[in-house]
């Protein structure tokens, strides 16, 4: 997606290895969110970052799971020791600069295969 | 609790016909609503939003909702339904009071378009 760079776009691995995936914002948005969305489901929240402020890592499914992200530019998702159960699309989002409505724009996904 | 719902999992439609698909929410206060489409294999793409004023948005590729406070509703709709329409249509919602601008999503619906 526009303004949304999402890399690997598709990654294989086998249980118990980890992954990195990495998003890559164009300059000048605060806001950015991971999202997870397993086959023919809908979007589950994990973690949101804005600006300088301690993220909310509500949606973090386990301690497996952590991401990082420093001052606006890239955040990395990573996933330790990873299960079937984290194959799915994960995907990154901005939130556009008008900011008190709230859209976001999406990156392409990173699409995780856990075999 | 904040919530949306999405009643139908997938909709069909013969092309040329108009199209609905709809969305329900509870939000407290005044909502922000927005509708995504996504396309097989791609991120979500940002199609209309609802902040204040005319109850009917018109959108990108041709599609329009109309705010319904009373129902609390805001269906998508598209006069004449084209093959390309074909895809998964999110509907998402923001409390106004929300300082985190976190979304709530529906589930998604599956739109098939049929020549």
């Known amino acids: 997606g526009a303004g949304v760079s999402q890399s690997p776009s598709n990654k294989v691995t086998e249980k118990g290895k980890d992954v990195e995936l990495r998003c890559d914002p164009i300059?000048?948005?605060?806001?950015l969110y991971w999202y997870r969305q397993r086959l023919g489901q809908g979007l589950e929240f994990l973690i949101y970052?804005?600006?300088?402020?301690?993220?909310?890592k509500s949606g973090l499914p386990s301690d497996r799971f952590s991401a990082e992200r420093t001052g606006e530019s890239v955040s990395t998702l990573t996933i330790q020791r990873t299960q079937q159960e984290d194959s799915a699309v994960y995907l990154c989002a901005i939130r556009g600069l008008a900011a008190n409505t709230g859209e976001l724009f999406f990156g392409e996904g990173s699409r995780l295969t856990v075999l | 609790a904040q919530s949306v719902a999405q009643p139908e999992d997938q909709v069909n439609v013969a092309e040329g016909n108009p199209l609905t698909v709809k969305c329900t929410y509870s939000?407290?206060?005044?909502?922000?609503l927005f509708w995504y489409v996504q396309y097989p294999n791609r991120g979500l793409q940002f199609l209309l939003k609802y902040i204040t004023g005319d109850n009917l948005v018109k959108g990108s590729y041709g599609f329009e909702a109309e705010f319904n406070k009373s129902q609390t509703s805001f269906h998508l709709k598209k006069p004449s339904a084209l093959v390309s329409d074909s895809a998964l249509y999110f509907c998402a919602v923001r409390g106004f009071m929300d300082s985190n601008y976190q979304l709530i999503w529906g589930a998604g619906t599956k739109l098939i378009i049929k020549p």
């Open positions: 939000v407290s206060g005044n909502p922000y």
């Open positions: 970052f804005q600006g300088n402020s301690a993220p909310d």
């Open positions: 300059s000048g948005h605060t806001a």
